[in-house]
């Protein structure tokens, strides 16, 4: 196959990241008018509660089968694929069912005023996961033939359709604030996956036009097509309906055992992520720990907080769980391995530390002296006036590093682990999520929610331990050591810690007085930290240039 699955998963990599921002933006202009304008016990019910019934459905029915049948291209027949890929949905209606069920009769809401349209919430949220699913087929053909920029294009529309749908039903009514919330979930997903079969439909019609050298299309220019279709050999899809349930004249030849045991591998694992991912609004949601307006606070600040996880660390994480699939071999020792593929799946994995590491370590160290002045920025002094928000931004810089090294040491070892591993650290897991949620909720009642944070960064280090040893055990056969890319750089660190200094000397000097000086430090302080590390890595930013550089070369010839 004539595709670059390094420059795939960059070039997806770099687009989820610009995704994430327009997407994000999109969120915080949203929040702030609800805020002023709805109240905050609205974003609480939105932010919180539905979108974590959304989480939970998605994650538990879509994840196992998604990251089971990722690497499984070329070993599986693609019928199997398709049939496994498939069960995801009768199994989002039965989740949908249960959750819903405990949504609307368990957990309080204790707003009689909002219960129609609460209700009407959690049952919209769990039709458009379902239909979400139907599309999971067609996402994972997407991600597996490098259809990079059709993703973009398509999520993209995902949040134009969504806002759109959103600010147009709250403009005419700000009482129907929830009920604008659901409309939005269901118009703009049915939207995606209409646009993604209308997509492979067209694709596939005029494949074998374009193979006969007679494909003539007025709108899309002759490079675009040559894009499209180039190194689509080993697409075999040849009908829409390749890509739904077939059954094979057996349950045995119609799915594969270890492609289930694999799937139920990850399922397993995917109920304790969950709770370790959003363990806090479990917490929230199940306790009276805090108030609708006070979850509302800590939802718009822990956005804030992670913006940096979920702009650059998510997208990162996604592409290189898919580019070490596809390069490393869960069931063989890597000195067993093609060994060219993994001396560049170990330097892609050691570079990728050293940047997220270094992110992570800015982040902290700017953070701990730009929070109030982002807060204040954002919400206004009213906002900042009890602290809380403060503590919880500064808490999270120090989460943000700790995410960092987990997001792709976890990553690795996820992508590269046998079946049995992968069983085995199941219940690890399960002994970190316990331990997470007792953690949360001591440290809540103790702390406030600032208890939430730090007994998040206790799990995620007992989490890093586990997998850098993983990775070293994996690695200890052969002449790879990736990961000494979790040193950043004496140079870097020096610098780094110079400008800490100097930007919390501005904070408590000059903040109150001009924002403007104390901002304006703060980026001069970042240049230098910048140029500090672009010295000491310069090796890394001229080799990422030049691929980048022959891709676009190569896409230019082409």
Request: proline share 2%; charged share 15%; hydrophobic share 50%.
């Amino acid at each position: 196959m004539g595709r670059n699955l390094l420059m795939s998963s960059l070039e997806n990599a770099s687009f989820n990241i610009l995704l994430q921002i327009l997407f994000r933006c999109v969120t915080f202009i949203i929040n702030a008018w609800v805020i002023r304008n709805v109240g905050h016990e609205i974003i609480g019910i939105m932010n919180v509660r539905l979108l974590l019934l959304e989480s939970t459905i998605l994650f538990l029915s879509r994840e196992p089968f998604h990251r089971a049948c990722l690497g499984q291209k070329d070993e599986f027949v693609w019928h199997q694929v398709m049939n496994q890929i498939w069960l995801s949905v009768p199994l989002s209606c039965l989740l949908s069912f249960i959750f819903v069920y405990i949504w609307l009769n368990i957990l309080p809401l204790g707003h009689p005023e909002l219960v129609f349209q609460y209700e009407f919430g959690c049952w919209s949220v769990a039709l458009s996961c379902i239909l979400e699913l139907c599309s999971a087929n067609i996402v994972l053909v997407t991600q597996l033939f490098c259809f990079v920029k059709l993703k973009v294009i398509l999520d993209t529309l995902h949040i134009f359709v969504r806002t759109v749908l959103f600010l147009s039903i709250i403009v005419y009514d700000r009482s129907l604030a929830l009920i604008a919330f659901s409309v939005a979930q269901v118009g703009s997903i049915a939207v995606i996956v209409l646009a993604y079969y209308s997509f492979f439909y067209w694709y596939i019609k005029f494949k074998p036009l374009y193979a006969k050298g007679a494909l003539k299309v007025k709108f899309l220019p002759n490079n675009i097509l040559e894009r499209l279709y180039s190194n689509m050999d080993d697409f075999n899809f040849t009908t829409l309906r390749d890509f739904f349930p077939k059954y094979l004249g057996s349950i045995n030849s119609s799915f594969n055992k270890k492609l289930n045991t694999l799937t139920l591998s990850f399922a397993k694992q995917g109920v304790v992520k969950q709770v370790l991912t959003e363990g806090e609004k479990y917490v929230m949601s199940v306790s009276p720990v805090m108030t609708f307006t006070e979850q509302a606070t800590y939802d718009v600040v822990n956005n804030l907080g992670s913006l940096a996880a979920r702009f650059v660390f998510r997208p990162i994480e996604d592409s290189s769980y898919f580019y070490f699939t596809q390069m490393v071999s869960r069931d063989l020792p890597l000195c067993k391995q093609d060994q060219n593929k993994i001396q560049e799946s170990c330097t892609v994995l050691s570079q990728v530390c050293k940047i997220v590491s270094s992110i992570g370590l800015v982040v902290l160290v700017f953070g701990l002296s730009y929070s109030r002045t982002l807060l204040t920025l954002y919400g206004g002094e009213v906002f900042v006036a009890s602290g809380l928000p403060v503590q919880l931004l500064q808490s999270h810089c120090l989460a943000i590093v700790l995410m960092a090294i987990n997001g792709i040491t976890e990553c690795y070892t996820f992508a590269t682990m046998t079946s049995a591993q992968l069983n085995s650290y199941n219940y690890l897991m399960v002994f970190f999520s316990i331990s997470f949620l007792i953690l949360s909720y001591v440290l809540t009642y103790v702390l406030g929610p600032v208890g939430f944070i730090i007994s998040n960064c206790i799990n995620m280090f007992a989490r890093i331990v586990h997998s850098i040893h993983f990775i070293s055990n994996k690695t200890k056969d052969t002449d790879f050591r990736p990961l000494q890319g979790l040193y950043v750089g004496k140079y870097f660190l020096i610098t780094l810690f110079i400008a800490g200094c100097i930007c919390k000397f501005s904070e408590n000097n000059f903040f109150y007085n001009s924002v403007v000086t104390h901002i304006a430090i703060g980026m001069v302080c970042l240049i230098c930290v910048l140029l500090s590390w672009g010295y000491e890595n310069k090796n890394l930013i001229i080799k990422t240039y030049q691929k980048f550089m022959k891709s676009e070369e190569k896409m230019a010839t082409d």
